[in-house]
């Protein structure tokens, strides 16, 4: 008899502590990609970002109070262009983090769990992501050239 990976076993206990025969969870290969894994995967790798990001924050402060030359090199790495991609990329990853989390407190709280429910979640989750990116970033580069222009006076 072929052994098929989907019918592996797990040995584990009931809950009377007799030996019983657990079937693995399935992997991958058993379920269709749908949007929802994506954004879960998603969720999780921008969970990541931000706090790897929270550390670039941290540092940018203690340079702030290390004082003016700390400061001024700090700025210098920020103000890059990779500088700058890496703040956009930690800021979107903040976001869609956020956003996701408000849709997993819905679910906790019982409510959105149709396939239908979750797929639409999901798309609006994508947009409402990238509207706020777009809105914060606008407003960053608004405010950072009225300051400029301010100091320039």
Same mark, same amino acid.
């Given at each position: 008899?072929?052994?098929?990976?989907?019918?592996?076993?797990?040995h584990?206990?009931?809950?009377?502590?007799?030996?019983?025969?657990? +079937?693995?969870? +399935?992997? $991958?290969?058993?379920?269709?990609? /749908?949007?929802?894994?994506?954004?879960?995967?998603?969720?999780?790798? =921008?969970?990541?970002?931000?706090?790897?990001?929270?550390?670039?924050?941290?540092?940018?402060?203690?340079?702030?109070?290390?004082? +003016?030359?700390?400061?001024?090199?700090?700025? /210098?790495?920020? %103000?890059? +262009? $990779?500088?700058r991609?890496?703040?956009?990329?930690?800021?979107?990853?903040?976001?869609?983090?956020?956003? =996701?989390?408000?849709?997993? $407190?819905?679910?906790?709280?019982?409510?959105r769990?149709?396939?239908?429910?979750?797929?639409?979640?999901? /798309?609006?989750?994508?947009?409402?992501?990238?509207?706020?990116?777009?809105?914060?970033?606008?407003?960053?580069?608004?405010? %950072? /050239?009225?300051?400029?222009?301010? %100091?320039?006076?």
């Open positions: 008899m072929a052994s098929d990976g989907r019918e592996a076993f797990y584990g206990t009931d809950t009377e502590g007799q030996a019983i025969r657990r +079937p693995m969870s +399935p992997h $991958l290969d058993v379920y269709r990609f /749908r949007l929802s894994m994506a954004l879960s995967i998603g969720n999780r790798m =921008a969970g990541v970002v931000s706090s790897l990001g929270a550390g670039l924050a941290v540092t940018w402060l203690a340079a702030l109070a290390q004082g +003016p030359r700390a400061f001024s090199r700090a700025q /210098r790495v920020a %103000t890059n +262009p $990779l500088g991609l890496i703040f956009l990329g930690w800021g979107v990853a903040t976001t869609y983090h956020f956003v =996701a989390s408000i849709r997993h $407190l819905i679910w906790d709280s019982g409510s769990f149709e396939k239908k429910e979750i797929d639409a979640d999901g /798309r609006r989750s994508v947009f409402v992501t990238a509207g706020l990116c777009v809105f914060l970033t606008t407003a960053f580069v608004i405010l %950072t /050239r009225l300051r400029n222009k301010g %100091t320039r006076a």
